[in-house]
């Protein structure tokens, strides 16, 4: 029994070419989606950062052994600037 719709595509059938501009359509989408999510995370990315900061030096040595809270912190920090970094390369670019 077969369900009724279309056909299913043969793997041999070509498919149609994309319009012309469509790849720099879509890139010019992607770059500015990537400003859009990375201009609204700033703020929130270096509050996060500045709380993570106080909460690692609250449990350093306490909670867990102080290497784990290092490693944490340094990850954290290195994201943190990686986000802001790429939205201030966007913001010259």
Do not use: N, Y
Request: net charge negative.
């Amino acid at each position: 029994m077969s369900l009724p719709g279309p056909a299913p595509a043969c793997a041999d059938t070509p498919s149609p070419e994309p319009p012309r501009g469509e790849d720099e359509l879509r890139t010019a989408l992607a770059s500015q989606q990537l400003e859009m999510v990375l201009g609204h995370t700033r703020l929130g990315t270096l509050m996060a950062t500045a709380f993570a900061i106080l909460l690692a030096l609250s449990l350093r040595g306490d909670a867990l052994q102080t290497w784990i809270i290092d490693v944490w912190l340094a990850a954290k920090i290195l994201v943190a600037a990686v986000r802001v970094g790429l939205r201030a390369c966007e913001d010259l670019g």
